[in-house]
């Protein structure tokens, strides 16, 4: 019965390291910087989510405040953040349904309705 207990036991310890396999692997320059370009895009894409969300809460309380409209470019500060990988700011384009928030580098856009 002792004897059982051991085979038994080397003969599951051999089937877990035996049967393991090796989940690391190199990762090229190239893959690397597909994956450095997602990431860039994904934070672009969230900022320019965030700044939309905060454009759209000033229209809104610009419309409990201020009689009339008002128009974005009154709204928006001096200052608006920018796409995190260039620096570069963000082109705001403003239409009579909404406006549109794009990357200047390419990393899409968004498009708010008022």
């Given at each position: ?55 759209e ?11 009339g ?46």
């Amino acid at each position: 019965m002792k004897y059982l207990f051991i085979i038994t036991a080397v003969a599951v310890l051999f089937l877990i390291f035996g049967c393991a396999r090796d989940l690391t692997r190199i990762i090229d320059q190239e893959e690397m910087n597909e994956i450095r370009n997602e990431l860039d895009i994904r934070k672009c894409e969230s900022r320019m989510d965030s700044l939309g969300f905060e454009i759209e809460g000033m229209f809104y309380h610009a419309s409990l405040t201020v009689d009339g409209y008002t128009s974005l470019e009154e709204l928006l500060p001096d200052s608006i953040p920018g796409c995190p990988s260039s620096k570069q700011p963000y082109i705001i384009d403003e239409t009579d349904s909404g406006f549109s928030i794009t990357c200047p580098v390419g990393h899409g856009s968004v498009y708010i309705t008022k």
